[in-house]
């Protein structure tokens, strides 16, 4: 039974699968979340708040920053567990391969996240000024600095999904990144 198998590993053995990307049924993030953490499998549904405004009242409501998408840690090999919980549709890949998320761009988002910043979702984005924030709560955190209604934000990317999320920061924290390719021309 694939349930007793779960239940058996270790969190270390679940630490040593890959992420990979899930695509849901409209609406179905918490309730495949819920089922997946059940089953003994590590997932992640970042969400941000915003404010939802109605006709008599304002109030503080949770959206998933990468709407239709979960990320969940799993051996690819045995994925039929993972495509059984309800609103699971597939493992996002190409063709029939499923690709794995980069540890790095996982934890990146989950550093913004966890930040306290208002983190927003983004237009997916491909070039642009590559930064490091080098201090406060996002200090280590890579990303692409855009400039929105005046203030700076840093955008961080899941690349196979092609989303991104932003969080504003300070200015003072940022420090440029050499590219490889400037970095030769400064060498010439």
């Known amino acids: 039974m694939w349930e007793e198998r779960n239940l058996d590993t270790s ?23 819920s089922h997946l953490r059940q089953r003994g499998y590590q997932e992640f549904a970042p969400s941000y708040k915003i404010e939802k405004r109605w006709s008599d009242r304002t ?8 709407p239709g998408y979960l990320f969940c840690r799993f051996d690819p090999n045995d994925r039929l567990p993972v495509l059984s919980a309800p609103g699971v549709v ?11 998320i980069p540890e790095a761009e996982i934890e990146r988002v989950r550093r913004m ?10 237009p997916y984005v491909q070039v642009g000024q ?6 406060g709560p996002l200090g280590g955190v890579e990303g692409i600095l855009v400039e929105v209604k005046g203030n700076a934000r840093l955008v961080v990317s899941v ?4 989303r991104s999320v932003s969080a504003e920061v300070d200015r003072q924290s940022i420090r440029p990144i050499q590219t490889l390719s400037a970095d030769l021309a400064r060498r010439k």
């Open 11 to 33: 969190e270390t053995d679940v630490q040593a699968h890959p992420w990979f990307a899930l695509r849901l049924r409209s609406n179905y993030e918490r309730i495949a979340a």
């Open 113 to 122: 996240v966890e930040s306290g910043l208002l983190v927003t979702p983004y």
């Open 159 to 162: 690349n196979l999904l092609q």
């Open 90 to 100: 597939d493992v996002v890949g190409f063709g029939k391969v499923p690709q794995h």
């Open 59 to 66: 109030k503080q409501i949770d959206q998933f920053l990468f």
């Open 130 to 135: 590559a930064v490091l924030i080098e201090s």
